[in-house]
């Protein structure tokens, strides 16, 4: 019976992961060989799914209540942006709690303040500032546990399938992004905000069952040395001491910060430049499409390209990521949107999945929770502060500029990011301890 339901779930596979028939070790398909980690990748898949539909029509909805695009710079924000603050809290936590109980009461918290919210947007006058201040402690929630999230996957498969679980969290991720907005666009056209933030509460039970569910041996205990903000800091001393950790995390920094303001303007990009309501299916599916390329970006990684060199990947992937980036702020014609969103989407992911393979290889895991801490903050937690910024920089020049800009900061990484100089084989080096 256990072989039967074992050949079935890999069956169901396939169509995720089509042609990658050898199981080679780092495969997508390997990964999900492993039965803990398949409970808890799809636990956090549908909740992640309820998620994506909360975190884009929550810019849809301040835009349309407002009508700016300074709003919807601060929901983002508030949104995303303790990720930049609150991620070395998480990321110590989850080096030295355990990592699944700090997860469960995490998800239980977004949950109730995720019904709060539904409540907030359904009165016929809804207060901004308790709007923002609720998707404000929902951020910090995600904020506190995020970073062991990310250190708790890999430890549920041998590390020869690590790149392969690496890539299934993009898939998710991105998945999520094109399956949620699609639903929600449909909630939200015809029911209205609150019930998209209300389902949203629902599916964070999937990520608690999925962590019940599954058989998860805590770790050998870290000692971290350091108290006080030092140890706070810790991880940004372990990073500092290996450069192919620090240019990794600064230029995902800058990336974010610059290249990435388009992903939180979205709503207003679409109306200005192809004349799309934000309360519409067709803004729903331009934001899906945009997740559709970047989970095939995730995929890729983990299948076609999952014998090729990740550091010529990144600077491949960033080269294109420029050039559709610049055609994605100029192009004025509706139609054309849509693959461009697709192919844009594939680039972003193709170089994020990349990095997060080589940083994850490169790290032992007693220090995994601090420097997947600092990547939270260079991944999520900067791109908010950069919408934030964004938002106001276009009132004194366009979305248009805005978008051009961060397209050449993408070109000047290309060089920067050159990490095939540090590692030519294209694989890390002795995993760092700190």
Known sequence: ??????????????ALVDGDQSLAPGGARAALRHRDFR????????????TWMQNVLLGAYGYQLTHSTGFVGILFFAQLGPLLFLATVGGVLADLV???????????????????????VAAPHPSRGAIVGCVLVIGIGNALSAPALSAILPTLVP???????????????????????????????????????????????????GLLLARYERPKRTVIEERGFARL????????????????????????????????????????????????????????????????????????LVTRSKTRSVRIGLSAFTILLALFALVRV?????????????????????????????????VRGRIMALWTMAFGGTVPLGVLAGGYAVRVTSITAVMLAGAVVALCLVFWLDLGRLHPSGVSAEPVLG
Request: aromatic fraction near 10%.
């Open 98 to 120: 355990d990592r699944r109980r700090l997860l469960i009461w995490m998800q239980l918290e977004q949950l109730v303040f995720s019904l709060v919210l539904a409540v907030l």
């Open 1 to 14: 019976m256990d072989e039967a339901r074992h050949t079935g779930v890999e069956d169901a596979t396939d």
């Open 233 to 304: 800091m810790s991880g940004f001393r372990i990073a500092g001491h290996d450069e192919f950790v620090r240019r990794i995390l600064v230029g995902m920094t800058v990336f974010s910060f610059f290249s990435l303001t388009f992903v939180g303007l979205m709503p207003a990009i679409a109306e200005k430049n192809f004349g799309i309501s934000a309360k519409s299916v067709e803004y729903g599916l331009l934001y899906a499409g945009f997740g559709l390329g970047a989970a095939a970006g995730a995929v890729s990684v983990g299948t076609i």
């Open 39 to 50: 409970i808890v990748w799809g636990g956090t898949f549908a909740s992640n799914i309820g």
């Open 159 to 209: 590390r020869r399938d690590l790149p392969g679980a690496v890539s299934l969290q993009s898939v998710q991720m991105n998945l999520s992004r094109v399956i949620g907005p699609a639903i929600g666009a449909l909630i939200y056209s015809g029911t209205g905000a609150a019930a998209v933030f209300a389902i949203n509460a629902g599916t964070y039970l999937f990520a608690v069952a």
């Open 334 to 366: 509706q139609g054309a949107a849509y693959p461009i969103a697709i192919a844009l989407g594939y680039a972003y992911f193709v170089v994020i999945t990349s990095l997060s393979t080589l940083l994850q290889d490169h790290l032992r895991d007693e």
